[in-house]
């Protein structure tokens, strides 16, 4: 795929999509949003891929926001259009896991991309902020729903009423990123994790992703419901028999998606 502001490659069982600007901090301009959206697409549809990761060129960003250019003379109708939030929506509901891998400047709507993702890895050079109010607006691609959801009200309310860059250390502590790994190790420890849960039976990531998205909305009773509802699902399936048995029987299972 021939893409302007994206690379797109597929890496055994996992898509890698990098945004590449790195001569503008991997800045988010309309015209990489419509390369990210046509790479997401591509990796949903794919059979081969059961894992998308994201991630910026050069070393220094993964993507340090919107591209200011353009926001500067963005007006009402145009703010009102999904814009980043869109893009961070189809991460939240494509099937397959998503991963954010960030290496260096993770701000703004950079930021709210890798909150629209599944799992976040970083290194430990790598910067947190939504800066949005310092420039006499608001995060608009979803950060001030999702942050306080992904690291609590506290913390969520604390990065966007400061905007202040908080630390890769700080990061972990507080949930934003489930591991730091060094830049050379970054995109090996996402094709690592895709490996794994390559090795999962298909509906399993799938359904576990669905369900977290929407018990985080409905009621505790809804959820549970629900789950038991998905459980009794998988629990039909080809691959659930040749799972337990793999596990008896002391061996690897050959799952077939069935």
Known sequence: ???????????????????????????ISLATLDDLHAAVDAATIDDAVRVLTITG????????????????????????????QGLADKLERTPKPTIAAIDGIC????????LG?????????????TPEGKLGIIPGGGATAR??????????????LMGEPID??????IGLVTRLVESEELLPEAQRMADHLAQFAPFVPRTMKAMVHFGME??????????????GALVQTDDKIEGITAFLEKRDPDFKGE
């Not at 599944?118 to 902020?129: E, G, V």
């Not at 890769?168 to 502590?173: D, G, H, K, N, S």
């Not at 409905?218 to 459980?231: D, H, I, N, V």
């Open 218 to 231: 409905a009621s505790l009773a809804g959820a549970l419901m629900f789950e038991k509802y998905a459980q």
């Open 57 to 84: 060129a050069g070393g220094k960003s993964f993507a340090s926001g919107s591209d200011l250019g353009e926001v500067l003379h963005r007006d009402f109708k145009k703010a009102l259009e999904p814009i980043v």
């Open 1 to 27: 795929m021939q893409l302007e502001n994206v690379l797109y490659e597929v890496q055994g069982p996992m898509a890698l999509i990098t945004i590449n600007r790195a001569d503008k901090h991997n800045a």
């Open 147 to 160: 942050l306080p959801r992904i690291v609590g009200r506290g913390w969520g309310m604390h990065m966007m």
């Open 107 to 114: 701000m703004g709507g950079g930021l709210e991309v890798a």
């Open 117 to 129: 993702c599944d799992l976040r890895i970083a290194t430990p050079k790598s910067r947190f902020a």
């Open 168 to 173: 890769a250390e700080r990061a972990l502590q």
